[in-house]
């Protein structure tokens, strides 16, 4: 443990809170807290977005893989994200937008009615709380190796500071926060691709990976059975995610939307390529070494000086947090639009009050989870499976639908999703069922 991290932590939670409350507002409805008003501009959603979808998989799982791997890790999370940003961008954010809806499942309601809208519900939140899960369990594992507390007692400071700010300051905050945290994160991969690739060369890249029997380790489709259907997981499960739709609502316009989704698949494309090179970088560095820590923890910890440890400290940090926050935001708003006002729609409790309460619940059912959880890949793998098997067919098909099919969508959503429950409750040992496991069960 080094003390100064503590003074790093201190410091960029006091900027998020910062920049999170100053942009709190008052807010009268839903649209206020959970879609800022309508009136998020291109940029910001292009800020947001980005930060949001480079998470904890991006800058610590993929640089794992890039040591091992090479070149191919791209595919792990780079590949499916570039992808999905550019066809919702060409293809999904017009007719999303066009659409008098502010949820999914209000659009699964009118294309397949209520019954299947209320399953569609289940399903979305599911996936919601494990991905903010993934991401608590990346920031208690992160925290714990430079503060020395245990792993609950860090997922749980990092959590109470992401719900302070949303709470408080609902889709707005949040978007102003990933703001910071984008810049933050860019500084920090921008800065350690730099730093490293003053300190090693390619032939020594090269020389290291052949003497250790890594034949692909420079080519993209190694090993491409089990990395293409990682992505293609990730490509199914994102391309109907309620973050991008709540974005895409969010925006100014249908043409400020589009701009901004085509400015964040260039901006993931670069900083997964980073992510890449900063793995590749750092195999002279560690080779013939078991790491006991994700390698950027580890170059944090033992590779670079003081200050320049806590700027990558606070751009993982930024990492994990905005998309924990946007998950939390996301999730929160099915919970309020599509679980208390669908059971209680006479409620006397506000929206904004009651987004907020839903904000900490949907915060606490993921803690739960992560405290079970400690394995980023898994958490984020099992997360991908509730939305590629059990709501990419149906959700796709009710966008461009124009008349009502209830009990195609009943019977897809409930094999789909039945599926995805079953590999779930397998992967935690509730039940003794021999599934393939992610990503072959896809």
Known sequence: MKPEFFVFLAAYFALVLLAGLVFARRMKNLEDFFLASRNVSSGL??????????????????????????????????????????????????????????????????????????????????????????????????????????????????????????????????????????????????????????????????????????????????????????????????????????????????????????????????????????????????????????LVSEIIASKVGLWFGGILFVGVLAAILSTMDTAINTGALSVTRDVHLQVFPASRLSPVLTGRLATFLLGAAAFLVASRFQSILKTIGLSSEIMAEGFFIPGVAMIFLKKRVPLAGLLSLCLGGGFSILSFLGAVNVLALRLPAWPFSV
Do not use: C
């Not at 008098?100 to 299947?116: A, H, S």
């Not at 080519?219 to 709540?246: V, Y």
């Not at 698949?265 to 590749?280: D, E, K, Q, S």
């Open 45 to 294: 959603i292009f800020l947001s977005l980005t930060a949001a979808w480079f998470g904890a998989t991006s800058i610590l799982v993929s640089t794992d893989e890039a040591l091992k791997a090479g070149v191919s890790a791209f595919w792990i999370v780079g590949m499916p994200a570039v992808v999905t940003v550019i066809l919702l961008a060409l293809f999904l954010a017009g007719p999303l937008r066009r659409l008098p809806i502010l949820t999914i499942p209000d659009l699964v309601e009118l294309r397949y009615g209520r019954l299947v809208r209320h399953l569609s519900s289940v399903l979305i939140i599911w996936y919601m709380v494990m991905l903010a899960a993934s991401q608590m369990v990346a920031l208690g594992q992160f925290l714990k190796t430079f503060l020395g507390l245990s792993y609950i007692a860090s997922l749980a400071l990092g959590t109470a500071v992401v719900l302070i700010y949303s709470i408080t300051g609902g889709l707005r905050s949040v978007v102003f926060t990933d703001a910071v945290q984008f810049l933050l994160l860019t500084a920090g991969v921008s800065g350690l691709v730099i730093f490293l690739a003053g300190r090693v060369s390619w032939p020594e890249i090269s020389r290291l990976a052949a003497q250790s029997g890594q034949n692909g380790y420079f080519d993209l489709f190694h090993n491409l059975k089990e990395n293409g259907l990682i992505a293609f997981s990730f490509t199914l499960a994102w391309t109907i995610s309620p973050i991008a739709l709540q974005r895409i609502q969010a925006g100014r316009s249908i043409q400020a939307a589009r701009k901004g989704l085509f400015a964040t698949a260039a901006a993931l494309f670069l900083l997964y390529g980073f992510v890449v090179l900063i793995g590749i970088f750092s195999l002279p560095l560690f080779s013939g070494q078991t790491l006991s820590n994700p």
